[in-house]
């Protein structure tokens, strides 16, 4: 078990610097989300810390140690790729018996540690199958068995679900975080899927072309965004004019919708209402504004408004978060 | 529809099968028949008691062996440094090693003789650098042959060999080294089996090819390195003794057949 640091880390392929200055610190069993669109350097930094790639610029500590210039072979890594990257001719057993032999361990020993990391991923009785024998869950659970068996001191995961379902997807975010929990291994997941970075850590680091953007805890980071950017990465963001020609942002959880005509409310008209399940998400045209629609998600007892219906539109004053 | 289809190419199974099988067919028979006398194996008889035949055939596997471990010794690596250029270099790399196909093989062979001969540019070279006093014999012997079956049969080796490298992912052996593989451990672990049946294909193929080799042994052998179809080529064409012929192609076919067997076994595991 250890902890990360990253200082000023910068990669560059000619002109583009898919990692950009980036500072961050994962604590001993902390579980970090790196969050950002395609193309933000996300794979970039995992593999710098893993150590496939040198960066250009900036240090790497792992438990205290400088790591910057050792091999892959020497940081004790567990690597989740985007694309798996299982063995194709080895068993499921072999795969995950592949870092134990590196490590010299094998016989007995090897065996029933690699069966009790099958066993840890729910994968037990498959361990005679080859990769192309299993469905993309099964393969996925593969990757992290191999990753974890070795007992690494971090574990490093690019986008491990993007290729699944949306059903199994979270079925496996919850394993994977109880997982996390039941090893207490310090964690570096990517996504570019905000829900994934929301529910399953502890903080996120928000990115985009290369440069950091936020690091914060996950509700801290919906809530009190560091910039525009952020805010629309995040979520939907209502965006408001507050005094002195600034902006705030409002989330929709926190609009409030009552009847038409009511003091203290904007005269609003509903433009849509989408019914969600618990949730019913109404676009609304305020009265007398050109901007943009404002988004309201309201929990749906009973009657939902309809489309043109009136309605007055609300927040507090508290609910309203400046963004730059 | 089959009965139609049939009778489509029901003119060209015919020319099939008088122009090319029943030839063979017919050949093949001699070996097993004797003027008055009948089925007989006595041909076979003969080529067991007469030491020469089974010299040869000994001869011809052995520098079909050789001359196929030169290939792989030089293919594998050749298609493993072609897989990391970058796609224009890659591209050249290519054609240089598809060239020869389009280059005519006698003209290939006679080349040899230009480079090896004894006032060639390899002997040539040697002596400017003092490493020998007199020229080396390259030709006519097994060593020429064997130098030029090599360079002939190289691409045969080559392209599978790079077709099966170039659909290994690089993320394999990023993932083997991420898990601690130190990177003679991911070369044998993790690169070499995924290129192994493609290795094992191109090899059976390349000594294949070997086996039945004429023009090259004849021209770069000048005559002193005997292989079977030099011989075939005596026995038909100069003694001729077609019965003898017949009984040793017939015995090159089965080892052919034999061999072809193993490489379509290992070949359909190869695209698998
Ligand atoms: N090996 C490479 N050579 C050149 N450019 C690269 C290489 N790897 C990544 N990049 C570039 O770096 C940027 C970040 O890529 P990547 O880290 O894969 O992003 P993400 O994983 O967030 O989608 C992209 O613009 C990509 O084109
Ligand atoms: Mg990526």
């Known amino acids: 078990m250890s902890d990360i640091r990253l200082e000023g880390v910068t990669k560059r392929y000619g002109p583009v610097a898919a990692a950009d200055d980036v500072d961050l610190s994962v604590a001993q069993g902390e579980f970090v989300t790196i969050l950002g669109p395609s193309g933000s350097g996300k794979t970039t930094l995992l593999s710098l810390i893993a150590g496939l790639n040198r960066p250009t610029a900036g240090r790497i500590f792992i438990g205290g140690r400088d790591v910057t210039e050792a091999t892959a072979q020497e940081r004790n890594i567990g690597l989740v790729f985007q694309s798996y990257a299982l063995f194709p001719h080895m068993t499921v057993l072999e795969n995950v018996l592949f870092p134990l032999g590196v490590r010299k361990i094998g016989g007995a020993a090897a065996r029933s540690q690699a069966l009790e990391a099958l066993k840890l991923v729910r994968l037990d009785g498959l361990e005679g199958r080859r990769p192309s024998q299993l469905s993309g869950g099964q393969q996925q659970r593969v990757a992290l068995a191999r990753a974890i068996v070795f007992k690494p001191d971090i574990l490093l995961l690019d986008e491990p679900l993007g290729a699944l379902d949306r059903k199994l997807r979270e079925e496996l975010q919850v394993e994977l975080k109880q997982l996390q929990r039941t090893l207490g291994v310090t964690t570096l997941l990517v996504t570019h899927d905000q829900e994934e970075a929301l529910s399953l850590s502890d903080r996120i680091m928000v990115l985009n072309h290369g440069k950091t953007q936020q690091v914060a805890a996950p509700a801290e980071a919906y809530l009190k965004p560091a910039n525009r950017f952020v805010a629309e990465f995040l979520g939907i963001a209502n965006f408001v004019g507050l005094d002195g020609g600034r902006t705030g942002l409002v989330r929709p959880e926190r609009v409030r919708l009552g009847p038409g005509g009511v003091n203290g409310g904007r005269p609003a008209r509903v433009i849509e209402a989408i019914y969600l399940g618990q949730m019913v998400r109404y676009h609304l045209a305020i009265e007398g504004s050109e901007g943009a629609p404002i988004v309201a998600a309201v929990p749906f007892v009973g009657r939902a408004w309809q489309a043109g219906e009136s309605v007055a539109v609300s927040w507090d004053a508290a609910d309203i978060w400046p963004v730059t | 529809m089959r009965s139609s289809g049939f009778s489509f190419i029901a003119p060209l199974l015919v020319l099939m099968v008088f122009a090319f099988n029943l030839p063979i067919l017919y050949m093949l028979g001699l070996a097993f028949w004797s003027k008055g006398q009948g089925f007989t194996l006595e041909h076979y008889e003969g080529l067991v008691e007469a030491p020469v035949y089974l010299r040869v055939l000994g001869n011809t596997m052995r520098i079909a062996l050789i001359a196929t471990l030169a290939n792989v010794i030089i293919g594998y690596p050749l298609a493993h440094w072609m897989r990391g250029l970058q796609n224009r270099a890659r591209l050249i790399a290519i054609a240089l090693v598809v060239l020869p196909f389009w280059v005519s093989i006698l003209v290939r062979t006679y080349a ?30 097994e060593l020429g042959v064997t130098i030029g079956m090599a360079n002939v049969l190289l691409p045969f080796l080559v392209l599978p060999l790079f077709a099966a490298m170039i659909r290994i992912d690089d993320r394999l052996m990023q993932a083997a080294a991420s898990l601690g593989a130190p990177p003679r451990t991911i070369f044998w672990k993790v690169y070499f089996p995924l290129t192994l049946p493609a290795l094992a294909a191109g090899t059976l193929l390349v000594f294949i090819l070997c086996l039945g080799f004429y023009v090259t042994p004849a021209i770069l052998g000048g005559g002193r390195v005997p292989m079977i179809s030099n011989l075939l080529d005596t026995l038909i064409n100069q003694i001729p003794r077609w019965e003898q012929a017949s009984a040793i192609s017939t015995i090159l076919l089965i080892v052919t057949l034999l061999i072809f067997a193993a490489y379509r076994r290992l070949d359909r595991k190869a695209s698998a």
Not at chain 2, 115 to 140: C, E, H, I, K, Q
């Open chain 2, 112 to 141: 040899w003789i230009v480079v090896l001969g004894n006032g060639g540019l390899v002997n040539r070279a040697l002596m400017w650098l003092g490493l020998t006093d007199a020229p080396v014999s390259f030709l006519y012997n």
